[in-house]
């Protein structure tokens, strides 16, 4: 934030509110309802993040509760992440103080939400695509009470579709009405958040404007900050913001492993869960078990590392519907603890992935027969990279096409979907470094 003062360019935020995300997480820090405290006092903090950890709230955890009273009680908003939730523990849920959800895959659920006082996020992004089952949502009453998000959308993604751009021209070429749209991409959103200073082009209004060639292709004539012209691209301005910035370097040494090797990833139990993975989704099902790799059923080696303490914690489990019929993925991006995520067929390829990881302080990698294919290094936070958004596009189109040509399933993106696979507060089932969590009964199997 303070790096990114005085650029064209509005940049507020939201204290993240579970991290970890849920006792069955390993993250690299913690944060207490004491953080979230001097953090909402800040100029430019808007609200409290996503309430991942819904099961606290049901259960009445007092750090939970703690950290959402904080930020109503600073008339902050609080944002949700309630994927299913409904009935009674939806009541108990808003009745907290959480006041959005974006993890909506049905109308239905939506219209349950927007019933009982939430705003929704209608997402549609790299892994989640959620905009076609929810498009009724365009219709009033509904689109009053809705936003358009992404969530998570890699460069390559958003350089060759746009970004909330692409939702509205998606959602006008499925029949929404196009005023609604940009209404729910624009005015809704700084409504929600409570940005009002904006919503208006009139006398003491900030003056950010779009101005359109076509409504309809939402193709952008030029954009306004403040009343002047910009003519820099977001990449060069968001660049910017990463090079000036003086923490850079104390979040460039992250990943903390020691040596892996394929007995690493030896099963502890005779048999282990089997995650199944749904296209377009990040839900997961329970495929019941399995003893070892079975790449005619589509059954393959998963494994979440501990990355940032050196604990020597490593969960294992399988995977069915990645694909995978040969070889090692692995990321340092694994929400939202972000441990080191891999999936194999092979355990000499997977400890040779993970190790290249470790090699490059984080990053993507592909491997077979003992030999990396493809990688891309991300080595700030083991998150980011400091490349342009053309130039991180190419390394991540060849670790994808990498992946694919080892079998993986086309319909999914082999490394968001492997991000997912750890987020341990979607159901059904989920891995992290402690083993395997079932999120419907909130436990470790």
Not at 15 to 35: K, L, M, N, Q, R
Not at 80 to 94: E, R
Not at 117 to 141: D, H, S, Y
Request: charged content about 25%.
């Amino acid at each position: 934030m303070e790096a990114s003062k005085g650029l064209p360019l509005d940049v507020y935020l939201m204290v993240p509110s579970c991290v970890p995300a849920t006792p069955f997480d390993e993250s690299g820090a913690e944060i207490t309802h004491e953080d979230v405290d001097q953090l909402l006092a800040k100029p430019g903090v808007i609200g409290l993040a996503e309430m991942m950890n819904f099961p606290g709230v049901l259960g009445g955890s007092l750090d939970v509760l703690r950290k959402i009273s904080t930020a109503t009680d600073s008339k902050k908003v609080v944002d949700g992440h309630a994927p299913g939730l409904s009935s009674k523990d939806l009541n108990a849920y808003i009745a907290a103080g959480v006041r959005s959800d974006h993890e909506c895959t049905t109308a239905k659920e939506a219209i349950e939400k927007i019933s009982l006082g939430q705003w929704v996020m209608i997402r549609e992004g790299t892994a989640c695509k959620n905009l076609e089952a929810l498009m009724p949502l365009f219709e009033k009453p509904y689109c009053d009470r809705c936003m358009l998000v992404t969530d998570d959308k890699h460069p390559g993604d958003l350089a060759n579709e746009g970004h909330i751009d692409h939702i509205v021209r998606k959602a006008i070429s499925l029949g929404a009405n196009p005023v609604n749209a940009y209404k729910m991409a624009s005015y809704n959103a700084a409504v929600y958040f409570g940005l009002t200073s904006n919503g208006s082009i009139s006398p003491g209004y900030a003056a950010d404007f779009v101005i359109l060639d076509d409504v309809n292709s939402v193709k952008i004539h030029s954009v306004y900050k403040k009343g002047k012209r910009i003519d820099d691209s977001i990449d060069s301005i968001l660049r910017s913001i990463v090079r000036a910035n003086p923490y850079v370097l104390k979040v460039s040494d992250t990943v903390r492993i020691r040596e892996i090797t394929a007995g690493s990833f030896k099963l502890n139990k005779e048999k282990e869960k089997v995650i199944g993975l749904v296209p377009g989704e990040i839900l997961t099902t329970d495929e019941g078990y399995a003893t070892d790799v079975d790449v005619d059923q589509d059954i393959c080696k998963l494994s979440v590392i501990e990355r940032h303490h050196n604990t020597g914690h490593i969960g294992i489990a399988f995977v069915k519907g990645y694909g995978l019929r040969a070889g090692a993925v692995a990321t340092s991006i694994a929400h939202d603890s972000h441990n080191v995520i891999v999936a194999g067929t092979d355990d000499e390829d997977m400890a040779c992935a993970v190790s290249r990881i470790k090699e490059m302080q984080g990053g993507m990698v592909v491997v077979k027969g003992g030999e990396v294919i493809a990688e891309l290094a991300l080595p700030i936070a083991g998150l980011m990279c400091d490349l342009d958004a053309n130039e991180c596009e190419e390394k991540l189109n060849q670790v994808k096409e990498a992946a694919y040509l080892l079998g993986v399933n086309k319909n999914i993106d082999p490394f968001m979907t492997l991000s997912f696979s750890s987020l341990a507060v979607i159901p059904t089932l989920r891995l992290t470094t402690l083993g395997v969590v079932d999120v419907t009964k909130f436990k470790l199997l």
